[in-house]
């Protein structure tokens, strides 16, 4: 189910496994492909990553609104929004082992990669998962799982602006769920049939769309540098004129250097007023917006920040993933990740598990520490696996409970990037910790 010819995709999906980050869906029944589970590490993690997104987009900013719309919407929806038409891939059918292929991925796009068989024209399949709402039969009413998230923006665009009294320019930002019936699902999160998406969609008058599209393709570009630590790992890819939608005036990808090339990870979109006059069609209500400023009245134009979340928190642990050798000879694998995003923010040990006055007064710093931060507890083995584990999870530090402290109340502290140890009072971690997570 993923592409383990990847060496670095490989070591990484094992290490997710091993260390409860993102486990394969169903494993037990030989596994379902295009289905990922987040385990005890990576579920902290992947939230820690959408709330991350959710307060630097929405919390800290007066003309950004949050919203948590369905799954399944009114099946007019889709028809709308041309998914029901157009959302399909063309695909080419061997014609000995009957397989399906989207021929734009294939490296011989004239022989099947499974039996070297050769192939059928392509064919267009639609990709909307399908699904029936009612229990009678002969009653039931078509629908679709959502393909993607931001339909519900559109759907609530009135009630926002009805129920809030948000003034032009704002946005609707929203994560959830889309689901997508990939032909080629591949490369671990990367292409899923079940992922999540962050989206923001930013409503313009139509004259200022240069204005505000050149903002947030800046402004989604930055927010992303923050977190990764190879900045020559991230990059604008303009669309060409032939991958443009009718309205798009340009649009750009913010793409990441994944092992096997550059990769799309959010799509920032110039949606025109094309959104919100399907819906004022398909509908027959009036979506159009009464600019308070100068009464006039129009259907506002639409900037797109789409991203996904689970390729994104992919991109990411690619990023941190960084094997060192040891000056002992022995290899360190860890998780550079930046501490807002790692799971825990620190670990607590007793140096020794044998020796109860240890093991109660780092039991008594975890509950304190637990209260404000998520932290994570080992009493169990040696210490060069509590840091080895903690390591490979991605928690930057370590605090270490030992014999000294006895005497002089300090404790270890342990630099997952560096390995530096320092030592700090007990009563000074807390506010430590504080400063350096902001
Ligand atoms: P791609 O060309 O890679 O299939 P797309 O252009 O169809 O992506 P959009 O419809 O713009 O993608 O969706 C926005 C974001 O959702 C993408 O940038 C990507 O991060 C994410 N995404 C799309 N499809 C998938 C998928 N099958 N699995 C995981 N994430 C996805």
Known sequence: MVDTQNDKVSQLVALCKRRGIVFQN?????????????????????????????????????DVLGIDGTIITHPKVW?????????????????????????????????????????????????????????????????????????????????????????????????????????????FLYRTREFEQWDIQYFVKSEDMDKWYEYWKQNRLTWYQKFFNHQDSLRFRQHQKDELAFYAKKAFDIEYHTPWGWAEMEGIHWRADYDLSQHSRFSGQDLSYLDPTDNSKYIPHIVECSGGVDRSFFYLLLDAYTKEKLENGQTRTLLKLHPQVSAYKMA???????????????????????????????????????????????????????????????????????????????????????????
């Not at 990669?113 to 229990?135: A, H, M, R, W």
């Not at 609530?156 to 080629?184: H, L, Y």
Request: aromatic share 10%; charged share 30%.
């Open 26 to 62: 169903s494993e037990i029944y030989g596994g379902i492909s295009g289905f990922y589970d987040y385990g005890p590490v990576g579920s902290q993690m992947k939230r820690n990553w959408k709330n991350l997104w959710w307060h630097d987009n929405i919390e800290t900013r007066l």
């Open 79 to 187: 028809q709308a929004s041309g998914h029901v038409k157009n959302f399909a891939d063309a695909m080419v059918e061997c014609k000995k082992c009957h397989k399906r292929f989207r021929p734009d991925l294939l490296d011989d796009p004239k022989k099947c990669p499974e039996c070297s068989g050769t192939f059928t024209k392509p064919k267009k399949y639609n990709i909307l998962f399908e699904t029936d709402i009612g229990v009678i039969e002969g009653e039931k009413t078509h629908a679709y799982l959502r393909g993607e998230a931001c339909q519900n923006i559109y759907l609530n665009f009135k009630n926002v602006v009805d129920s809030t009294r948000i003034k032009i320019p704002f946005g609707i930002a929203q994560i959830g769920k889309a689901f997508r019936n990939e032909i080629n699902p591949k490369n």
């Open 348 to 438: 607590i040990f007793p140096l020794a598990t044998n020796k109860p006055e240890l093991v109660s007064l780092a039991k008594k710093i975890f509950q304190k520490l637990s209260a404000s931060y998520p932290v994570d507890w080992d009493d169990s083995s040696n210490i060069g696996k509590k840091y080895r584990r903690q390591d490979e999870i991605g928690t930057p530090w370590c605090l270490v409970v030992d014999f000294q402290t006895l005497d002089d109340n300090t404790v270890t502290i342990r630099h997952r990037d560096s390995m530096k140890q320092e030592r700090l009072k007990i009563d000074q971690v807390d506010s430590w910790l504080q400063k350096k997570l902001n």
